[in-house]
Structure formats: C-alpha cells, structure tokens
C-alpha cells in the first residue's frame, strides 16, 4: 500500500521559511517523479514543483521561482521542499504526489499517488 505523508507545515509571519517534508511508503521511491501542489482557499489546486527520479532535474512555478527548491533523498524516501520568503498568497494545503509517467508534470492528473495535505499559514 502506497502512502505519502507530509509534514512541516505551519503559521509563519511573511518574510519567513519552512521546509515541508514527504515520507514514501510501500512503492519505489527512486523510480518516481515526484511533486509539489497546493489549494488555497477557494482555489484550485495548482502544480509549484516537480523534481524527476532521474538526475534530479527540477521545475518550477513561476510564481515560487527562486524562493522554493524541491530535493530528494532516495534513501530515506524523502522528498522536501525548502519554502523561502514566503507571501501571505502562499497560504494554502501543500500535497506532495509521486508520478512514474512521463507526462505534464504541472497537471495533477499526471500523479499515481498523493499525500493528505500539510497547512501552511503565512500571515501578513
């Protein structure tokens, strides 16, 4: 049985970090793109990152480009994402999924596999 579970969230002032973890259970972690979205109130869910299994090449939103990074770690099954001068407009539930297609990593329905959400809070 498949499980992702992430972990890290939380209430920060603007301005601040957090890094938000996801443990990967009963499937081959190394072998999966895996990858970051969120849903804000209101909103619809939307991609912020993706890191591929192989050569650790990532991507981005733009609009966390150069304040969010992705890594993974294939021996713990871990895959995090290091959150920097976070905005108020980064509040949202954070969902780590895993994909082992080759598709359009920014479309949620690419992902095999999601976690239940982490909240993340940034107050102004």
């Known amino acids: 049985q498949v499980q992702l579970v992430e972990s890290g969230g939380g209430l920060v002032q603007a301005g601040g970090s957090l890094r938000l973890s996801c443990a990967a259970s009963g499937m081959p972690f190394s072998s999966y793109n895996m990858g970051w979205f969120r849903q804000g109130p209101g909103k619809e869910r939307e991609f912020v990152a993706h890191i591929r299994w192989r050569g650790g090449i990532t991507y981005y939103a733009d609009s966390v480009k150069g304040r969010f990074t992705i890594s993974r770690d294939n021996a713990k099954n871990t895959v995090y994402l290091q959150m920097n001068s976070l905005k108020p407009e980064d509040t949202a539930v954070y969902y780590c999924?895993?994909?082992?297609?080759?598709?359009?990593?920014?479309?949620?329905?690419?992902?095999?596999?999601w976690g239940q959400g982490t909240q993340v809070t940034v107050s102004s």
């Open positions: 999924a895993a994909d082992r297609g080759f598709g359009v990593f920014s479309t949620a329905g690419e992902y095999d596999y």
